[in-house]
């Protein structure tokens, strides 16, 4: 490959990660992904992800940063969930970790009661065994600890009426 062609290649590159990254924000290791899936070569990936970062359009930090935001306000998932999206996002463990660290546990808590409540007051016609498996496993599908899906069910469970425990 002569040179005018590299550089042809390396702007068809740079064109579809603008392109990419105009529909949905990504992070560095999915549009390397997307660009793999489209045939360029690696040092042409690593240019055009380069020439990006450099350019300040490309942040894995800034991007996960946005991606904890809303999961946590949006999803209101607990850290393991947020931990899985990052990871799945390929967002480094050194920026992962560092997110995570944080992530208050009081606040966590807080949002697990806030959706725990809802899901236990529309369940209440449920058996009261089934309801107490259904918001536990409802807690642990989104992402919180299992300290904290015990701790929401024991207070849920005491405020409910004697009979229905």
């Not at 450099?54 to 999803?75: H, I, S």
């Not at 944080?102 to 899901?119: G, H």
């Not at 009261?128 to 300290?147: E, T, V």
Request: glycine residues 6%; proline residues 2%; contains cysteine.
């Amino acid at each position: 490959m002569d040179k005018t062609q590299a550089e042809e290649q390396s702007n068809q590159a740079l064109i579809t990660c603008l392109r990419l990254l105009a529909a949905s924000p990504k992070s560095g290791q999915e549009l390397r992904k997307k660009l793999a899936a489209k045939g360029y070569p690696p040092e042409i990936i690593d240019q055009a992800l380069n020439n990006l970062k450099t350019q300040g359009v490309l942040d894995d930090t800034v991007y996960a940063r946005d991606l904890v935001a809303r999961l946590t306000l949006g999803k209101c998932v607990g850290r393991h969930k947020i931990a899985f999206e990052l990871k799945r996002h390929g967002i480094s463990k050194k920026i992962s970790d560092e997110l995570l660290e944080t992530l208050s546990n009081e606040d966590e808590t807080e949002r697990a009661l806030e959706q725990s409540r809802l899901k236990w007051s529309g369940w209440s016609r449920l058996d009261p065994q089934k309801r107490k498996k259904r918001l536990y496993d409802f807690l642990i599908w989104k992402g919180y600890d299992f300290q904290i899906a015990q701790d929401i069910l024991q207070r849920l469970s005491k405020g409910s009426t004697e009979d229905e425990i």
